[in-house]
Antibody, heavy 123, light 107 residues
Framework: QVTLKESGPVLVKPTETLTLTCTVS??????????VSWIRQPPGKGLKWLAH???????SYRTSLKTRLTISQDTSKSQVVLTMTNVDPMDTATYYC???????????????WGQGTVVTVSS | DIEMTQSPSSLSASVGDRVTITCRAS??????LNWYQKKPGKAPKFLIY???TLQSGVPSRFSGSGSGTDFTLTISSLQPEDFATYYC?????????FGGGTKVEIK
């Protein structure tokens, strides 16, 4: 059974760095046919893709957030980590990690999702 | 970046109704279009890929169609568990943009 689980802080102060971890099971981060993405949903708003990483360690970022995001993976721990610097209350959202099919050049669909983790940015 | 526009943004329907949701891409995305169902407090559920192929386990009352820039998601007979928000998502670019969502509410 394929599962993904997010973990991280519930509350972060403005200007701090947010670090989220996605722990996967049931598939390998070295599988060339898929990768892991981060997606978020602010309260009352829609879904926004943030970043993804594939087995080749190739990465892509949302253009508007590229300077603030870093995605990395530790295949030995089956974990994908997303860091977001200089957070703002506008970054308050539920953050999901999801398995993404395809390849780095041709990513496609998010077929399996984690349960999500709620992050609030407030002083 | 490709923009994905869904319409309507919300609709009210009754159990048993046929419901159609439209998704339009700002440029041609061939058939690289996926659909998800989102309920409050739950993770999105992957419904349809490649515009018209049902993900395993998805009821056959769901169907998708379209190519190029115009796509539709149809629920042939709305069931109580189908009340949710539906999102389209393009799988053509590297930015993987979602539509704004369509909330299906009980009439």
């Amino acid at each position: 059974q394929v599962t993904l689980k997010e973990s991280g802080p519930v509350l972060v102060k403005p200007t701090e760095t947010l670090t989220l971890t996605c722990t996967v099971s049931g598939f390998s981060l070295t599988d060339t046919r898929m990768g892991v993405s981060w997606i978020r949903q602010p309260p009352g708003k829609g879904l926004k893709w943030l970043a993804h990483i594939f087995s080749s360690d190739e990465k892509s970022y949302r253009t508007s957030l590229k300077t603030r995001l870093t995605i990395s993976q530790d295949t030995s721990k089956s974990q994908v980590v997303l860091t977001m610097t200089n957070v703002d209350p506008m970054d308050t959202a539920t953050y999901y990690c999801a398995r993404v099919t395809g390849s780095w050049l041709t990513p496609d669909a998010f077929d399996i999702w984690g349960q999500g983790t709620v992050v609030t940015v407030s002083s | 970046d490709i923009e994905m526009t869904q319409s309507p943004s919300s609709l009210s329907a009754s159990v048993g109704d046929r419901v159609t949701i439209t998704c339009r891409a700002s440029e041609s995305i061939s058939s690289y279009l996926n659909w998800y169902q989102k309920k409050p407090g739950k993770a999105p559920k992957f419904l349809i890929y490649a515009a018209s192929t049902l993900q395993s386990g998805v009821p056959s009352r769901f169907s998708g169609s379209g190519s190029g820039t115009d796509f539709t998601l149809t629920i042939s007979s709305l069931q109580p568990e189908d009340f949710a928000t539906y999102y389209c998502q393009e799988g053509y670019s590297t930015q993987l943009t979602f539509g704004g969502g369509t909330k299906v509410e009980i009439k």
